[in-house]
């Protein structure tokens, strides 16, 4: 994570901003009656991330003499090791608890939808005993599942949207609690 992406997500309104705008378009005023905020402060806050490059301006449509904007994110909020460690762990703590907090409240709407049960659903836990380069060597496994999937993603638009189906992956890897790392093996 850059020193523009930090600074862009010191605030938590505007990490709220992006990861409710990291897979469609919406306009300031649709996210703040969604995100229960003054319509105000998603604007400030929305034109902040545009000018850090986080938010892409899509596209813009006159409404009743005025303008509405409709952005979506240009980058995608993810944390992840070198950049990682250069954002104060105060804001880093704020950015997991957003980000977590997304993922947890999109699972939960899911099961509430019944999406959980559908055949191709995947779900797993697995507690792991690694050293320093097993962990670092799976944190780059991990990346490379997220870059495939990138690259399916595209793959299906260019066989075109007919049968496509949003689908969300979601991918942990943090310490276990009361982990030993002196033990040698599980």
């Known amino acids: 994570m850059d020193v523009r992406l930090a600074k862009a997500l010191s605030h938590p309104l505007r990490q709220r901003l992006l990861v409710a705008l990291s897979d469609r378009v919406a ?87 019944d999406r959980l049960s559908e055949e191709d659903v995947h779900i797993s836990r697995t507690s792991l005993l690694l050293d320093d380069q097993g962990r670092k060597e799976l944190g780059e496994v991990l990346r490379g599942v997220v870059d495939r999937a990138q690259a399916l993603q595209a793959e299906s638009a260019d066989r075109g949207a007919e049968g496509a189906r949003g689908a969300e992956l979601g991918i942990l890897l943090f310490g276990a609690a009361g982990s030993d790392p002196v033990r040698s093996s599980p």
Request: glycine share 10%.
């Open 27 to 113: 306009s300031p005023s649709d996210l703040a009656q969604e995100l229960g905020a003054r319509l105000g402060d998603v604007s400030y806050h929305t034109r902040q991330l545009h000018l850090h490059g986080c938010l892409d301006l899509v596209r813009t449509e006159r409404r009743r003499g005025a303008i509405k904007h409709f952005y979506t994110a240009s980058i995608r909020l993810e944390v992840e090791d070198d950049e990682w460690r250069g954002v104060p762990a105060a804001q880093r703590g704020r950015i997991v608890d957003e980000l977590v907090g997304d993922l947890w409240r999109e699972v939960a709407r899911a099961g509430r939808e």
